[in-house]
């Protein structure tokens, strides 16, 4: 298999492992502990506006952390991938997420009931950690194939992937070039991100469910690093 073409489907398989983390992410911590999403932002910018037309503290607080927490997470992840050299850049930045996702995944673990057990001052913070480390996910891989992909939310994806199939069902369209790879990416992205949703919903009330995505970006790093230092060894 040419290099190039080994690369682009390492990337691929990155991008897809890390949507999968995501929706694993959104669904258990949406499902069983902070009642927001800490990868999903477009909804939790929805779920922030019902609160605030509400006059309801309650509502507003837990998505304005969310929000506030995933932009400093992508804010640290830009400084900190600016200072980090290849090729450990990304394996330090899944290495950082995961560490960042331990404590959530102990709290759940070692507490029945989460989302009524944690106090608020606790669930915020644990919010804020939990959606840190979502927002640096997005500057592991910003490109795959040419193509931008964002890991941590879809609806772009879906109006892209829309805008593709339209034009392809124009009469007398020409293909575009780099269509293709497009529509690829995006799809197994997107279908990556909600096959993750749909096994975080499947766990249910399982204590151990955010081990699962823990334990993914276990493997994930773990990986990375092996082919980072084989590269090093091959220069």
């Known amino acids: 298999m040419p ?22 992410v959104d669904a258990v911590c949406f499902g069983r ?8 932002q477009s909804g939790n910018a929805v779920l922030l506006g019902i609160g605030l037309g509400r006059a309801s503290a309650v509502e507003s607080w837990r998505p304005a952390v969310s929000i506030v927490g995933f932009g400093f997470g992508v804010a640290l992840g830009i400084v900190l991938g ?19 996702l331990v404590p959530i995944a102990v709290v759940v673990l ?48 879906i109006v892209r992937i829309a805008e593709e199939a339209a034009g392809r069902l124009r009469p007398g369209a020409p293909v575009r070039v780099g269509a293709a790879p497009l529509l690829s990416v995006l799809g197994t992205v997107l279908v990556a991100y909600v096959a993750g949703a749909a096994v975080g919903s499947a766990l ?21 690093a092996a082919s980072a230092a084989r590269s090093r060894v091959v220069v």
């Not at 190039?4 to 694993?24: C, F, K, Q, S």
């Not at 249910?204 to 773990?222: E, I, K």
């Open 204 to 224: 249910g009330d399982w204590s151990g469910a955010l081990l699962v995505p823990v334990g993914v970006l276990g493997v994930l790093g773990a990986v990375l």
């Open 3 to 24: 290099t190039e073409r080994r690369g682009v489907i390492g990337a691929l398989a990155v991008a897809a492992t890390l949507a999968i983390v995501a929706g694993l």
């Open 110 to 157: 070692d507490t029945s009931h989460p989302r009524t057990a944690l106090d608020d001052v606790a669930a915020g913070l644990l919010l804020y950690v939990t959606s840190t480390s979502m927002g640096l996910q997005t500057e592991v891989i910003g490109r795959v194939a040419g193509v931008g992909v964002a890991t941590t939310y879809q609806s772009g994806a």
């Open 82 to 100: 600016r200072r980090l050299r290849r090729p450990w850049r990304a394996e330090l930045l899944v290495v950082l997420e995961l560490l960042l």
């Open 33 to 40: 502990v902070f009642d927001v999403f800490p990868a999903n």
